[in-house]
């Protein structure tokens, strides 16, 4: 007989992760969004190493997709960037970085890891927009320039992340409050 508990809680946290994921699609400011939440929401909760990277990064190309179809072509010229692979690695690595939550959630980790995530995420997106650009000379000045250029995105991904892990752990943990199978480890 399968796991009950464990197979509800795999199957509530993927579709939280999905559906967060899913609110790309829907008009938003520029970076209000869920992908650094989604990280580190799956790092926290998925027991298994793998899922917890997996899912989000999973998520994200599936909103990736639908946002592709409904763009057309400029957005899935998206898809052959280095910036694309770039977004992919920053977001698996804040999955792992989602495991420092493990066992350890409460507002003021999940605020304090959020805010790191969205520092990681600008710094290392920043640069990848920087680094081969024809637009931002490839001086520290250039760089600096590019980091100045994206500070208003990064008020927004800070706020996004905020939210959405304001939605996404405070939502779970009040569901695994009302449903004690809910309790045991995915």
Known sequence: MPNRPLALNLTVLTGMILAVALTRLIPH?????????????????????????????IALFVSDLALGMLMGGEYFSY???????????TIAVL????????????????????????????????????????FFPQTAAGLAAA?????PFFQNGLLGTLFYATVLFGGYELLKQRIPEMRQAA
Do not use: C, D, H, Q
């Open 79 to 89: 898809f052959v960037s280095a910036g694309f692979w770039l977004v992919y690695l």
């Open 29 to 57: 400011p520029p970076n209000f969004s869920p992908v650094e939440a989604m990280a580190l929401f799956g790092g926290a909760y998925f027991a298994r190493k793998s899922l917890a990277i997996l899912v989000p990064l």
């Open 147 to 151: 980091y100045v250029a994206g500070l």
């Open 95 to 134: 999955a792992v970085l989602g495991f420092g939550l493990r066992k350890r959630v409460s507002v003021l980790r999940v605020g304090g890891y959020s805010v790191a995530s969205a520092v990681i995420f600008f710094l290392v997106t920043n640069f990848g927009v920087w680094y081969g650009s024809a």
